[in-house]
């Protein structure tokens, strides 16, 4: 599968956008999907994952209640809703897909996760 990032851009804090990650391939609904982001001088980090079929999600402590992830498997894209945005969530966000099987967790290590998209920029100004 083929992951294309795209809705970056730069926000005033407080502000919002969606990210889009569309995939190219077949059986595109048996993959878990994820975003994390990579800051500037530090590791890539998990930001939110969502099972084939969008029925469990999980969302790192530092952007809960703040980010919604979302995935349309007839279209093949995974959003990525961001709200209430600081200039701590600066950072490229990727998107990346894991081979799942129905009830398999959803992993926030960047090493399970076998296809990833090339980020796109996100830039949050106090």
């Known amino acids: 599968v083929q992951l294309q990032a795209s809705g970056g851009g730069v926000v005033q804090a407080g502000g919002s956008l969606r990210l889009s990650c569309a995939a190219s391939?077949?059986?595109?609904?048996?993959?878990?999907m994820a975003w994390f982001r990579q800051a500037p001088g530090k590791e890539r980090e998990f930001a939110a994952g969502?099972?084939?079929?969008?029925?469990?999600?999980t969302y790192a402590d530092s952007v809960k209640g703040r980010f919604t992830i979302s995935r349309n498997n007839d279209k093949s894209i995974v959003y990525l809703q961001m709200n209430s945005l600081k200039p701590e969530d600066t950072a490229i966000y990727f998107c990346?897909?894991?081979?799942?099987?129905?009830?398999?967790?959803?992993?926030?290590?960047?090493?399970?996760?076998?296809?990833w998209g090339q980020g796109t920029q996100v830039t949050v100004s106090s």
């Open positions: 990346a897909a894991d081979w799942a099987i129905s009830s398999a967790p959803i992993y926030d290590a960047s090493s399970q996760y076998e296809y």
């Open positions: 969502t099972s084939r079929s969008g029925g469990r999600v």
């Open positions: 391939g077949r059986m595109y609904s048996r993959y878990n």
